[in-house]
């Protein structure tokens, strides 16, 4: 019996290879976004303490207008910062949708090719019985019918 050989086996391959790169690229995505949310924490969390240790300057009375105008300035630097990073944010949540869109259609592309060598593959069996079926009645009448062959 003949091996089965897909004909698109290489485009198959090919393919496989650009859902693997798709798939690398969703993933570098994913981790720069949790890296900007990270930094987004992170911002955030400093401005809210600029923002505590301004009030508490301020409630206590004795006010340092130097070391206040020094942590509103760093304050507004950071809400700034944060207006940055969620731009950023913005443009990596675009970044993913979109590398995800890439993906889905080079998983369709792929799942589309395993389908056709699924398919091919049956039919290459089928085909291959039937030639052994035909050999094997040919082989038949030849010993048992000599004269008719």
Partial sequence: MKKFVFEFEAVLR????????????????????AELSRREHEVEEL????????RSM???????????????????RLAEELAIVARERKQAADAIDRRRREL??????????EKLAARRKI???A?????????????WRALHHPSRS
Avoid: K, P, T
């Avoid at 650009?18 to 993933?27: K, M």
């Avoid at 401005?47 to 301004?54: F, S, V």
């Fill in 127 to 139: 085909l291959e019985e039937r030639r052994e079926a035909l050999a094997g009645e040919e082989a």
């Fill in 14 to 33: 090919l393919r496989c290879s650009e859902r693997d790169v798709c798939r690398q690229s969703l993933g570098a995505a994913l981790r720069h976004d």
């Fill in 58 to 76: 301020e409630s206590s009375g004795g006010l340092d207008v130097e070391a206040s105008l020094l942590r509103r300035n760093y304050a507004g």
């Fill in 47 to 54: 401005r809210l303490a600029q923002l505590d240790e301004l």
């Fill in 123 to 125: 039919e290459f069996g």
């Fill in 104 to 113: 889905i259609v080079a998983d369709q592309a792929v799942q589309s090719l």
